[in-house]
């Protein structure tokens, strides 16, 4: 299209102004425009509704869901997860406009689908997240962002050559104490800090998260689907709970290393404008602790 006065060439309108052009058009017309389409009087137009599903909807998928979903221009379109009695569950809260979906592949290939959060156990993060920038979603991704730094690396690749918008789920990082801490840090009233140590200290005790009975499958789990990428073994009710039992499955989720660290290896990282480590060491095994799972019970590095 070549240009003109009243449409130059190269004019790139956003669709807010778009909606202005058309409600000014509109006095010259004999329909009838609802001012929600418009977005006046305390609606949101439309077209600037953003289209939101969520992939993993446990503990932290729901509640990074409701989060999003408490804005009125976002809208809750697609509920995906393994389980059907948690997928149902978060779709009933959102019914009006909200489809529940068993695979991820399926929530992608909705072409009305603007962004997702991904909240699904670890070993599921990489995949789904490069998934979802071909696709062409941004993402909000649960930490760990990855299990290993190749991941991390594919997964930026991924952001970058899509054009897309991504954040990653540590909400901590947003919070009044860490703010505090690294305002006083950069301060100076410390002094030059030469050394940093961080803990994560925890007691399970020695039979740790406990057994799991052996049992099939229950009805309504597309177990094979929820292993995915990750070794498949039988059905594990405590495995399969949340991201706390995640954490003592190595396979599965790295381990309390990538459970926790993000967090407390965040605070001076961020404080002390570190760049990428030159070396990283780790030390570590399973000595006390019995019970289902593999991951160490000490670690340090």
């Known amino acids: 299209m070549t240009g003109s006065k009243d449409f130059p060439e190269k004019t790139a309108a ?35 509704r953003i289209n939101l599903g969520a992939i993993g909807v446990n503990g932290m998928g729901q509640a990074n869901l409701a989060n999003c979903a408490s804005y009125p221009d976002v809208v809750v379109t697609a509920v995906c997860d393994v389980a059907e009695s948690r997928r149902d569950s978060v779709v009933e809260r959102y019914k009006a406009t909200a489809k529940g979906y068993r695979d991820y592949r399926e929530v992608l290939a909705r072409a009305d689908l603007d962004a997702v959060i991904i909240a699904t156990p670890p070993h599921w993060h990489a995949l789904m997240a490069i ?15 990855t299990l290993y ?29 860490y703010r505090r801490v690294v305002e006083w840090i950069r301060s100076g009233k410390l002094g ?27 009805p309504g789990v597309d177990w094979d689907m929820w292993c995915g990428p990750a070794p498949l ?15 003592s499955f190595f396979a599965y989720s790295g381990g309390w290393t990538p459970g926790m660290a993000p967090h407390i290896v965040d ?11 030159q070396l990283t060491a780790c030390t570590g095994g399973r000595y006390v602790i019995k019970g289902d799972g593999d991951a160490p019970d000490r670690q340090a590095g």
């Open 14 to 48: 956003t669709r807010r102004e778009f909606i202005k052009g058309a409600a000014a058009a509109a006095v010259v017309m004999p329909a009838v425009v609802p001012a929600a389409a418009l977005g006046r009087e305390g609606h949101v137009a439309p077209s600037e």
């Open 131 to 145: 998934d979802a920038c071909r696709a062409g979603k941004d993402i909000y991704l649960q930490k760990p962002m």
């Open 149 to 177: 730094p190749d991941e991390t690396l594919a997964v930026r690749n991924a952001v970058n050559r899509h054009k897309r918008v991504s954040q990653i789920g540590t909400q901590i990082h947003a919070s009044e104490n």
């Open 192 to 218: 030059p800090i030469s050394v940093v140590r961080t803990f994560n200290v925890m007691n399970q005790g020695p039979d740790g998260i406990g057994y799991a009975p052996k049992e099939d499958t229950p």
């Open 233 to 247: 073994c039988p059905f594990n009710r405590l495995l399969f709970a949340d991201s706390y039992y995640h954490c």
């Open 267 to 277: 605070l001076p990282i961020w404080a002390l404008g570190l760049d990428l480590p």
